[in-house]
T-cell receptor, first 112, second 112 residues
């Protein structure tokens, strides 16, 4: 039973560039949530996708956007990268919107 | 003031000890409470998922929720070196679905 998979595992970008991170949910799950985890901190909620629509959004600027595809996989896009965007980006999936979240191992983004 | 406060530790205990991890919160709307374990370079792994006040036991792990005091705990009995990890408390409201609010995480080391 495949868990949540994320790609790439590591990424280095330059300030001002754009990045796309990818997530495949756990088999049977249809809802995807994205989190940002700074070093030494707990994850912070970015947004959640269900039925290909953004259902909830945390306190992140519009530079952060996403998409969910008909096969339930998802992308996180970040434009105009800042040094402060350096973090571990976690994807979590669940079955429907009201069940426990299962996390992937994340994408480590470094902005130089 | 953060919505969820968690002592970051680090906490170091001998093998076989009972470990107590705690979080306090300020948002009365929180109804679902979780504990995640995160190993280095991995994503958070769900340990316990509870609704409202009370106790829940799963093997060596016991989760307690006291909504009147806005206080949750995780107890680990007979701790093992393999329990060494960062422990994150997380919580959400009844309709917040994918939006979890996490504590900072407590770093635990169990030494043989």
């Amino acid at each position: 039973d495949a868990g949540v998979t994320q790609s790439p595992t590591h990424l280095i970008k330059t300030r001002g560039q754009q990045v796309t991170l990818r997530c495949s949910p756990k088999s049977g799950h249809d809802t995807v949530s994205w989190y940002q985890q700074a070093l030494g901190q707990g994850p912070q909620f970015i947004f959640q996708y269900y039925e290909e629509e953004e259902r909830q959004r945390g306190n992140f600027p519009d530079r952060f956007s996403g998409h969910q595809f008909p096969n339930y996989s998802s992308e996180l896009n970040v434009n105009a990268l800042l040094l402060g965007d350096s973090a571990l980006y976690l994807c979590a999936s669940s079955l429907k919107v009201n069940s426990p979240l299962h996390f992937g191992n994340g994408t480590r983004l470094t902005v130089t | 003031q953060k919505e969820v406060e968690q002592d970051p530790g680090p906490l170091s205990v001998p093998e076989g000890a009972i470990v107590s991890l705690n979080c306090t919160y300020s948002n009365s709307a929180f109804q679902y409470f979780m504990w995640y374990r995160q190993y280095s370079r991995k994503g958070p792994e769900l340990l316990m998922y509870t609704y409202s006040s009370g106790n829940k036991e799963d093997g060596r792990f016991t989760a307690q929720v006291d909504k009147s005091s806005k206080y949750i705990s995780l107890f680990i009995r007979d701790s093992q070196p393999s329990d060494s990890a960062t422990y994150l408390c997380a919580m959400r409201g009844g309709t917040s679905y994918g939006k979890l609010t996490f504590g900072q995480g407590t770093i635990l080391t169990v030494h043989p």
